[in-house]
């Protein structure tokens, strides 16, 4: 008897030790919260914007296309530009405009309340970890600091994508 109620107990004791019960013990980091780093065309899209999490897995939310040596990646306010063919594994300077540009806004429901011009990225960084023509996917990672003299300064940090664009 004292072998089954021993059993009994220390089987409910790991039951609750293992479950949450409600205290955010298992609650995400605001990293696992962004879609996971693959290259496999799954339409998602997400960063870090000041310490906010930004996370788009509705392709109805963004658009992508490549065509005549010019790519095009644009959703939450951002847009990235790669201007020429995509290499992989090649770090694309956001600054440097024969690499590349951001831009970058900021709307209400009904209005663009601030408006952060390519020419002003203080720094920024652009690399594909997957391309393919044939399959018409782009998978990568990027971050960039932008600048506007009439609203916040933008950080973007953790970037990354996974998408299938228009060819």
Known sequence: ????????????????????????????????????LTTTGENTFGYVINGDIVSITNSLNFTAFNQGGFFFLGGGGIKLYRL?????????????????KVEFSVFDDQNQLCFYDSTRT??????????SKEKY???????FSTVN???????????????????
């Open 84 to 100: 020429g063919d995509v290499a992989t594994n090649l770090n694309y300077n956001l600054v440097n405009f024969d690499d590349g």
């Open 149 to 167: 003299d009439d609203c916040d300064t933008i950080r973007v940090t953790d970037g990354r994508f996974d998408v299938q664009y228009i060819p």
């Open 122 to 131: 203080i720094n920024g960084n652009l690399v594909f970890t997957y391309f």
């Open 1 to 36: 008897m004292k072998t089954l109620l021993t059993i009994v107990l220390f089987t409910s004791l790991g039951l609750c030790i293992s479950c949450d019960l409600g205290l955010g013990i298992n609650e995400p980091t605001e990293l696992e919260k962004l879609p996971p």
């Open 137 to 143: 996917i782009a998978s990568g990672i990027f971050e």
